[in-house]
Each structure stands twice: as structure tokens, then as C-alpha cells.
């Protein structure tokens, strides 16, 4: 197991009012993301335990460019991987951005 | 108010039937119950997770694949339990036996409010066997425990794993099962078969050998299950309130009727090679063609001749 966590300073707070939210499973090429509202308006951070080491930089370079192009002010993303390809991981963050973005 | 999201990204068409089978966990307690209405205890928040994984290197899932919680079914109470069949197999583990144990045992405390159980799992996980299957023998006690204190206990199966290992007897000991097409409902799994007694005993890559012995048509008609429902969330919510209002009651003259049967069962069928066999000597005339035959079609040649089923299976 590898476990990582990122911090990123971000300008604005994810919409919605819900305090959590979680999507996908923990199983082979799928991954788990819980979603949770309890950080600053302006941080974020991403916390992930993957089955898969040595992909640091994968990690760092996907979770980073979704970051950029998300408001997910406010929130932090823990993650349980199974082996989840990059494009996976973006979908369900995005997923999980998208279900905490509703309201409760 | 349920904070959990449902979505978990398997997109289905709209006006189509939602298919229990290619559902998660989530998606068919969501779908299951009144909208809404879902209130989940120990949630993934919580991180009450596996103690054990971690040692053998093995990611955890925030739920250790078993939500259990309270709802409401047609606007009256009940608490459901739901294992996700894609996370090791639905496997039972510590955590995830002990969050069913906990929720039998409330049913009990109040007498009045039944459980829904949606099976989907392939037995006790390896990696944690010994707890595991104390948690099978905790959760067929805490079951009887639940039923003679006059709560119905009722299975729901149709997932992807089915229903095996100790999951098999756990469904044995319900008040009543629900099982569509997809479902199949036994101890031993195909590979352990095969394992265990060799290929002529059992070829486990033979899929259609699989679904007759196993599944659900098979299981229906021999007594093995009380209801036989289309592959879809909205049948199986109907089943459950069915069984819900036919909720027999138990004790030592209802389970030694059921024993009875059973060894009826044994004389009338003990020759038999294949489930073939048995549906011929049910009086099917063409046996071959009952695994092809559609929802209606086989309710309609199975519901006079099927046996029925008194209280275990």
C-alpha cells in the first residue's frame, strides 16, 4: 500500500450545501471516493491509499489538473484505490465534486 | 436524510427498468426503499474499516462493503443491510459481519421492526477467515434471535456474487428469500466443488451446469426461495413487501416440518444426476428449455408445479 495526501490552496469554495457524499467501489481498475465539507473555504486536500506503489507522480500530475479545473474549495477527497487508471480517477472525482455539489 | 450520494457513476437509461443485478450496494438500497428515507449507521465517514487487510497489503473500503441502516418501505419502518458484491467479493469480514450482527440484534430490541438483507457476496474473506466465520455463526444466531422474537428476517438476492459460503447459510435461516434469474443461492461454490470433488463432479466453467443447479429459476422451484422476481429494483422492493405481509412465524413445529420436507425431498429426488432430472420428474416436458424461457413464460409452467417452501431451505 502507498498512501499520499495532497494540499492545495484553492480560490473558490465547492457550491452546494451537502457535507458528504461518496461514489465508485474498491475494486480491480475502480477506486472509492469519499467527499467530505469540513476544511476552509480555501483549502482542499486529497488523501489517497492505493493498492498500486510507485505511481506518485501519476497521482500528483491527475489529482493536480483536476484540482485546477474543479471549485473544490472546502473539500477533502479520501480515496481507497483498487488500480484505477488516470481517467477513472478524474471520473470519479469529478463524480464526487458533482454529488457534494447538490443540495442536502 | 440520507447525506450519501447513490451515484456511483453506472448510468442507466432513462424510462428503462433499473437492474438490481448490475446495481451497487447503494443503488438498490436507494432504489429499494422509500425516497429519501434512508438513514445509513456507521457510515464511510467513519473509516470503520478492516483491521486485518492492511497486514496482507489490501486496500480498504470506507464501508468494509457492508451499509447497514434504517428506512422506510411503503412508509413503514425497517432496517436493511446491503453487501457490495464488487468489493472482495462481498465478503464477510470483522467489521463487515459485526455492522449486520449489530443491526439484527436492534431488530430484536424492538420486536416490531423487520430486516431486509440484500445478500451479494461469496462467502467468508480469506484474509480474515477466523473472524469472518465467527461472524457468520454471530449473524444466524443473532437471525433466530431476531425471528423468535417475532421480526421477519428477509432475504433479497440477485447480485453478482450471489449468495455462498456462509452468506448461504445465513439466507437458510431467514423468515423468507426473493431471488431473481441471476441470483444463485448455495454453500459451496462452483470452484470449491470442483476443487474439492473434480471436474466430472462439477465443471465450474460450465455456466449453464452453474445456473441450473444454482440459480435462481432452480432454486425457486425447488422450494429454495419464496419469491421468484424479474431482475429489476422495483420487483424486488415488491417482493419485499409481499413477504413482508405473508411473514410466517417460527419455532420447533415449523422447522421440523421444513425438516420433513426436506427428507421428502431427498427420497423423491436423491437419484437425480441433474437438475434436469428434477424438472422432468416435476412433470416439465421439455426440461431443456426452462433455463431459455422468459420471466412470464416461466412463472406460468413453474407456479403450479414448484414446491413450496416451509421455513429454512
Redesign the interface.
Known sequence: ?EHMTYHYAVDKRATGT??????????SG?L?V?V?RVLADKDCEVVV???VSGFGDVWEAVVGDFIERTSAGGLRM?I???GARPDMVS??LA?AV???A?D? | MNPISQNDGHAQPAGAAVTWYESSARQRIDGLLDTGSFNEFLGPEQRETSPHLAMFDLPEQFDDGMIVGRGQLDGKPVFVAAQEGRFMGGAFGEVHGAKLTGLLRASRETRSIPVLILFDTGGVRLQEANAGELAIAEIMRAVYQARLAGVPVIGLIGGRAGCFGGGGLIAACCSALAVSEQGRIGVSGPEVIETNRGIEEFDSRDRALIWRTMGGKHRWLSGGADRFVDDSIEHFRAAALDLLGTHSSTGLEVLQAEQSRLERRIERFGKCEDALDIWRSMGVATPSALPELDYSSFMALGDPIRETRDDAS
Not at chain 1, 451537502?18 to 475494486?27: E, F, N, P, S
Open positions: 500500500m451537502r457535507l458528504l457524499a461518496i461514489v465508485g467501489v474498491v475494486a475502480n472509492e469519499l467530505e491509499n492505493t493498492a479520501s481507497n484505490d483498487g471520473l470519479r463524480q458533482a454529488s457534494i447538490e442536502a
